[in-house]
C-alpha cells in the first residue's frame, strides 16, 4: 500500500517465509504464457468450467435473483433441504449414513473446509500426513501453522 511520498511498513507475519506461491498459480502463469507463445494447451489443471451452463440453468438464476426474499445470507449451518439431499446423496453413492442436522455442514469451497478442519486440530510443531500428489493447501495451510508435513 501506498500513500502520497509514503511507502507502507506493514510487513507479513514470519511464518509466511515457508509458504510459496499457489501451486495453481504458477501453474496457470505457464498455460498463458504457452497459449501467448502459440502453443494448443488444454489444462487439466483446477477444473473450471469450459462451457456456459445450459439456458434452462441461467433462466432459473435470473427467476431466482428476481426473488425479493432471496438475497439474505445462508444460515451457517446451511438450509435443511440442502442438508438433506447430501445426506441422500452419500446414502445413495457411498452407503454412508449421515445425520443431516449434526453430520453435515455446506461449505464455500474445499479450501474453507480445509482451513477450518486443520485449524481445528493441528497445533504448531505436530506432523500431518499429506498426499503426494495432492491438493497444494493441505501442505501450506499445514507450513503456515507451523506443522511439520510428512508427505
Known amino acids: 500500500m501506498q500513500t502520497e511520498n509514503q511507502t507502507s511498513k506493514i510487513k507479513p507475519a514470519d511464518r509466511l517465509t515457508s509458504v510459496s506461491e499457489y501451486y ?25 468450467p469450459d462451457m456456459p451452463p445450459s439456458e434452462a440453468t441461467i433462466q432459473t ?49 474445499s479450501k474453507e473446509g480445509i482451513l477450518h478442519v486443520t485449524l481445528a486440530f493441528v497445533n ?6 499429506v498426499p503426494n500428489p495432492g491438493y497444494p493447501t493441505y501442505t501450506s495451510l499445514s507450513k503456515i501453522l507451523g506443522a511439520e508435513v510428512i508427505n
Request: hydrophobic share 35%; net charge neutral; aromatic share 10%.
Open 124 to 129: 504448531p510443531g505436530e506432523q500431518v500426513l
Open 24 to 48: 495453481f498459480s504458477k501453474k496457470l502463469k505457464e498455460v498463458a504464457q504457452m497459449n501467448a507463445e502459440g502453443k494448443d494447451v488444454i489444462s487439466l489443471g483446477i477444473g473450471s
Open 61 to 109: 438464476l435470473c427467476r431466482e435473483a428476481q426473488n425479493p426474499d432471496g438475497h439474505g445470507y445462508m444460515p451457517y449451518v446451511g438450509i435443511p433441504e440442502l442438508r438433506r439431499s447430501f445426506a441422500a446423496w452419500y446414502k445413495k453413492w457411498y452407503g454412508v449414513e449421515l445425520n443431516p442436522n449434526t453430520e453435515i455442514q455446506p461449505l464455500i469451497g
